[in-house]
């Protein structure tokens, strides 16, 4: 039976951290279906006791299958004798690099009371892929020293300061200055997108004014750059970001940033992509996040019972869930629609954008959409509110509903150029 849960455990982990990519799923829809029972098996495994752990959980740290390592260590961190953490502590750092992730996860997600005492002296870990490993993790359970940063930045290795770098939102230091004009100036495009980040969360310019000559990249920096143009940008910079759809290569990346923009001339720019198969299903999400259209019903194209030709293939990649437009009936309701919102005014959903509208966002959105719109918050609250959007939806909530209550409406609403110093 314990085998069972075990099984199922793992399973549904995995479609839980799938669905955390999903472009149809909301937190809500994910949290009462596979959180819900995972967390049901994971608690019946907690509830085997000693005879469970020492004759499944125990073992199972030896084994090489991530699924089974991932959920073996949570719940022997979730309860039991002090041995059982050292245990899930020495396999991860005696782990290799397929095992170590997911041990990581384990041990981020955990909620055992003084577990991250057991993980702050990794950070003096020789082993700078344990030590990177240790940076995320403590990051991600805002425990992080302030002053591992300090050194961190400085490391030789850019994968450990590339781990500095994301995890620099959840503390401050004097060096986060340097940091972010080193990493902005780094010719490694994700030690780029990592100081990008960073230097927007800390309101500064020079991080935002990057943008600019980033944003025809085909790299996590110009990715970035792309989204903070769409989020933050004035209007001649959101120009430069709509004549970028002129570059194939770029198109969906373009369709994905616009769709973030709020703008009735990037919802506009949308439509002419809707007839085509790749980009339909995307151009769509965004002019539904845009304007709060419901993709549902007329909206939809009807899904054929059989291929026209053998060799027609789905939509690949990221974008498969996504039902295909009917190009006709979005047009025509922009026709009716596109009269009912302000040129200049910035919308989410339909609605003008607030702090309550973004924080109903990030309940409501698709879970692939959050992660941008947390970016966003973080930027505007200068990281004071930072929702981690891969944690339990309890912790999620906790997040959201603390930011609701400290803002009290006081909330920057307009380009990030206008409001950045330095």
């Known amino acids: 039976m314990l085998e069972e849960h075990l099984d199922e455990a793992c399973f549904l982990w995995t479609q839980w951290e799938n669905g955390q990519r999903s472009p149809v799923y909301t937190l809500r829809?994910?949290?009462?279906?596979?959180?819900?029972?995972?967390?049901?098996?994971?608690?019946?495994?907690?509830?085997g006791g000693r005879r469970a752990t020492e004759r499944l959980l125990v073992p199972t740290l030896d084994e090489d299958d991530p699924e089974r390592l991932r959920a073996a260590s949570f719940v022997l961190l979730s309860e039991g004798?002090?041995?059982?953490?050292?245990?899930?502590?020495?396999?991860?750092?005696?782990?290799?690099?397929?095992?170590?992730?997911?041990?990581?996860?384990?041990?981020?997600?955990?909620?055992?009371?003084?577990?991250?005492?057991?993980?702050?002296?990794?950070?003096?870990a020789t082993d700078p892929d344990v030590l990177a490993a240790t940076v995320e993790l403590l990051a991600f359970r805002r425990t992080l020293p302030v002053e591992g940063?300090?050194?961190?930045?400085?490391?030789?290795?850019?994968r450990v300061r590339l781990a500095a770098l994301n995890a620099a939102p959840t503390t401050s230091t004097p060096e986060d200055a340097t940091a972010i004009r080193e990493a902005l100036a780094a010719p490694?495009?994700?030690?780029?997108?990592?100081?990008?980040?960073?230097?927007?969360?800390?309101?500064?310019?020079?991080?935002?004014?990057a943008c600019l000559p980033w944003s025809d990249a085909r790299n996590e920096a110009g990715h970035l750059a792309r989204l903070a143009i769409a989020v933050g940008g004035e209007r001649s910079e959101l120009d430069g970001l709509l004549r970028l759809l002129e570059r194939?290569?770029?198109?969906?990346?373009?369709?994905?940033?616009?769709?973030?923009?709020?703008?009735?001339?990037?919802?506009?720019?949308?439509?002419?992509?809707?007839?085509?198969?790749?980009?339909?299903?995307?151009?769509?999400?965004?002019f539904s996040a845009i304007t709060g259209l419901r993709l549902t019903g007329k909206y939809l194209a009807a899904r054929k019972e059989a291929r026209d030709h053998e060799d027609e293939e789905p939509i690949p990649g990221p974008d498969a869930e996504l039902g295909q437009p009917e190009p006709a009936a979005l047009e025509?309701?922009?026709?009716?629609?596109?009269?009912?919102?302000?040129?200049?005014?910035?919308?989410?959903?339909?609605?003008?954008?607030?702090?309550?509208?973004?924080?109903?966002?990030?309940?409501?959105?698709p879970m692939r959409r959050r992660p941008v719109l947390a970016l966003e918050f973080a930027i505007r609250t200068q990281g004071q509110h930072l929702v981690e959007v891969s944690d339990f939806s309890h912790v999620q909530a906790r997040q959201l509903e603390e930011a609701r209550s400290a803002l009290g409406g006081r909330f920057w609403t307009g380009s990030f150029r206008a409001r950045m110093r330095h």
């Open 188 to 209: 490694l495009p994700a030690l780029r997108a990592a100081g990008l980040a960073l230097g927007l969360i800390r309101n500064r310019r020079d991080a935002f004014e």
């Open 149 to 158: 940063l300090s050194r961190l930045y400085r490391h030789e290795l850019p």
């Open 29 to 47: 829809e994910l949290a009462g279906g596979n959180e819900s029972r995972l967390r049901a098996h994971l608690k019946a495994l907690k509830a």
């Open 81 to 124: 004798e002090g041995e059982n953490v050292e245990a899930v502590l020495q396999a991860f750092t005696e782990a290799t690099e397929a095992q170590r992730p997911a041990i990581a996860r384990a041990l981020s997600l955990s909620e055992r009371q003084g577990l991250s005492k057991h993980l702050q002296p990794m950070l003096a």
């Open 248 to 286: 194939p290569e770029l198109r969906r990346d373009v369709l994905w940033a616009l769709g973030f923009s709020g703008k009735a001339v990037a919802a506009e720019a949308c439509l002419p992509w809707l007839r085509e198969p790749e980009l339909a299903g995307i151009a769509a999400e965004a």
């Open 332 to 365: 025509r309701w922009w026709a009716e629609a596109r009269n009912r919102l302000d040129r200049e005014t910035r919308y989410l959903g339909g609605k003008a954008f607030s702090s309550e509208v973004l924080l109903e966002a990030l309940w409501n959105a």
